[in-house]
């Protein structure tokens, strides 16, 4: 109890216990959330035990079939996620167990429309939405800035390197960076 205080300082360490006291109560499972949390469709989130959530991370799911009584974004236990963290999703997301992720990330299964000249020339709003599973595994260590859009599936204990635009599959072990993305090493 008294490491709080050395490492945060008094009104720090006070701010950590009324977020941890807030956590317990709307999250009893989690580990911490430092507010504020955007959910949306609650409903179709699935939150594993002992998580952690920085501030102001974003959470959206909004299935593409209203019917649909399915989580759509499912994350697993003990996963701790940096500020500002966005997932979004209209069909599926997992995120596997102890997953490390930074500040700023961005995940998604879906766009809107294609590179055709005829939904070129019509507002992105309106183009038809695209979307296509994101898997990823446990224990994956993912840098700040990284975006991980729709299709990609990401192996077991493997790390994304800061500032990385990952647009296709990799399998466990990789080392991914750049932009966009590759892997160069992988065990």
Not at 61 to 73: Q, R, V
Not at 153 to 162: C, E, K, L, M
Not at 163 to 171: E, I
Request: hydrophobic share 40%.
């Amino acid at each position: 109890m008294f490491a709080i205080f050395s490492d945060y300082g008094f009104l720090g360490s006070v701010e950590t216990i009324f977020q941890l006291l807030l956590t317990k109560l709307f999250y009893p499972y989690a580990r911490l959330v430092r507010f504020p949390l955007y959910l949306r469709g609650r409903s179709h989130i699935n939150f594993g035990k002992g998580l952690s959530f920085g501030r102001s991370c974003r959470i959206e799911s909004w299935p593409l079939h209203s019917d649909t009584l399915n989580s759509i974004i499912v994350i697993g236990s003990n996963s701790n996620f940096g500020d500002r963290v966005q997932i979004s999703a209209c069909e599926l997301i997992q995120i596997g167990a102890r997953c490390l992720v930074a500040s700023n990330v961005f995940i998604t299964d879906h766009d809107h429309g294609d590179l055709s000249k005829a939904q070129l020339l019509t507002c992105p709003v309106e183009r038809p939405l695209r979307s296509s599973p994101t898997s990823i595994g446990d224990d994956v260590w993912i840098g700040q800035g990284v975006s991980i859009l729709k299709g990609c599936s990401i192996g077991n204990n493997s790390v994304i390197g800061a500032g990385s635009v990952v647009t296709k599959s990799f399998p466990p072990f990789s080392v991914i960076v750049g932009n966009p993305a590759r892997a160069i090493h992988s065990f």
